[in-house]
């Protein structure tokens, strides 16, 4: 019974999932099998978005269009995987917005369990993590994942909270959460943090699950870590300053406004002074 009422609010609320690509020749043609044959009980459409791709990939994706249904084929026009995810949320028709890569490392039935839950349980954001008891991750390279536990260990402490995988693409949100965190100023891959922080930072409703991962099968990964620590440093610190910028005036009931200025800035110059061994 649960079950069915679930497949009709499934029917009624639009999910669209937003799929950035660049240079994805090799994945394109799979992309839309992939959404397609696996979502055939929810209302959804896939928004792919080219960016700035110097392969054919815009040009297959637009043809393959023609043969399949609720696919939307945009041109990115601020180069970028920021430009790209803004302009997805911008034409997004769903209620509920999912960012997945195009290499398919995600799980289509980690998506089914994203949108049932957002539908079922009216929650602004589902973040999923790799690295739960139950999380199953294969193919992750060893350097990569070893930065990568360091970097969302430094995140954990800086914001005190127990979520650790923020730079993960993967999550699901509402599209109206989306627009009242807004703007979203991240360029890169970078987005992928400032997103859930933002979420997090502003109090909304969101539950964290446990989701597998597998490395990608063909095409060429575009994280290049050295090139994205000053941008992750970046969007660390924003986030930071937003959220407590917010709340000095808290301080301030509580000590001098002087002081809570002091304590706020001696916190960012610990951020710095932490990152500067990390990145």
Known sequence: ????????????????????????????????????????????????????????????????????ENFKILDNHKKGLGGAINLGIEKASGENVVIMMADQ????????????????????????????RNSKVDGYPIQKLILNRIFNLFVK?????????Y??????????ALREIMPLISESFNIFLEIPLKIISRNYK?????????????????FKINELGSKYLFTLIYCFIEKNLLNIK?????????????VFFLIVFIILFGLSFIL
């Open 206 to 222: 969101y539950k964290v699950i446990s989701i597998d991962w597998i490395g990608r099968k063909k095409g060429k990964s575009k």
């Open 167 to 176: 730079t993960n693409a993967f999550k699901i949100y509402k599209k109206k």
């Open 250 to 262: 808290k301080w301030g009931k509580i000590m001098s406004l002087q002081k809570a200025v002091v």
């Open 157 to 165: 402490f800086i914001f005190w909270n127990s979520y650790n995988d």
């Open 1 to 68: 019974k649960i079950n069915i009422l679930l497949i009709e609010k499934n029917k009624q609320f639009m999910l669209s999932i937003i799929v950035p690509v660049r240079n994805e020749m090799d994945n394109v043609r799979e992309i839309f099998d992939y959404f397609s044959g696996n979502l055939k009980e929810i209302n959804f459409e896939v928004i792919i978005i080219n960016d700035f791709s110097e392969d054919n990939t815009f040009e297959e994706a637009k043809s393959l269009s023609k043969n399949y």
């Open 105 to 132: 490392s995600d799980s289509i039935k980690d998506l089914i369990r994203y949108n049932d839950l957002m539908v079922s349980e009216n929650y602004d954001a589902i973040l999923g993590s790799r690295f739960l």
